[in-house]
């Protein structure tokens, strides 16, 4: 199973992305991953049948305080209301830890499923942030370059964290399946995020990554015009890209 998630920020970019040939989308405001308006989220939802989740962030950084989660837990209700299948978001401690009491604060009575950000790579002991992932309430993915960077600057590591993720998989029972084929056992779904170029995936597919998200404005300048924007071709270019790549390593 590949999974191939793409940003948007409006219907035209969704009706795009399902049209390339993506699996889901990851809704937000703007390249700055900030929420969107429930009207957005509506919109996006009577433009595609794609699975969908909604950026849960109000600021910059990770960092986050009880008046902001009230307007959070709200817009995750109201973004329900208009569509979506669950929420991305991540907050850390003063102390630059995974900020578990405010997760659990927003996801804890929740039903939907969520994915945790970027605010993984971010964290001072991510070997400690990772290792507690599990036990966060109905996470099922997980956006990481290995890196608060960008994946050039990561890869190493998430390649050796997909590395350790099979080797409990496979001290699990679960076999050296990829990380993208994940159960409940076997923890969460990792998705390669964060500056992904093409060059990136035959490595991250040989290392037992299964699942991407393109989004960044830079991943669509590879057009001949230099253009920054999401069109159909683009998504169509990775997915043949990813589905070939792993197809090569299945073979």
């Known amino acids: 199973m590949t ?20 699996d ?9 991953d900030r929420s969107p ?10 433009a595609v049948t794609l699975e969908m989740r909604v950026v849960l962030r109000l600021r910059d950084g990770y960092g986050t ?21 669950g929420m991305c978001f991540g907050f850390l401690t003063a102390a630059t ?4 009491d405010a997760i659990a604060a ?20 991510p070997e400690d942030s990772w290792s507690r992932i599990t036990a966060l309430p109905r996470c099922d993915s997980v956006l990481s370059a290995g890196s608060a960077r960008s994946l050039d600057h990561g890869l190493d590591a998430l390649l050796e964290r997909a590395r350790r993720l099979r080797g409990e998989e496979g001290s699990n029972g679960l076999g050296s399946g990829a990380v993208a084929a994940h159960s409940p056992s076997s923890g969460p779904l990792v998705i390669a995020a964060g500056g992904l170029r093409p060059e990136h995936v035959p490595w991250l597919v040989r290392g037992g990554i299964r699942a991407f998200h393109i989004g960044d404005t830079d991943e669509w300048a590879a057009q001949p015009t230099g253009e920054k924007r999401l069109t159909v071709e683009r998504v169509t270019s990775w997915r043949r890209l990813i589905d070939g790549e792993v197809a090569a390593a299945q073979g």
């Open 3 to 22: 999974v191939l998630e793409v940003a948007v920020a409006t219907p035209q970019e969704a009706r795009r992305a399902e049209e390339g040939g993506a």
């Open 24 to 32: 889901r989308l990851l809704v937000r405001q703007g390249p700055d």
């Open 37 to 46: 308006t429930p009207d957005t989220v509506a919109a996006i939802r009577q």
């Open 65 to 85: 305080d009880g008046g902001e989660m009230t307007r959070l837990s709200g817009l995750a209700w109201s973004y329900l209301e208009a569509g979506a299948d």
């Open 106 to 125: 927003l996801a804890g009575d929740a039903t939907w499923p969520w994915t945790l950000s970027r605010a993984i790579d971010a964290t001072l002991d």
């Open 97 to 100: 830890a995974l900020d578990e």
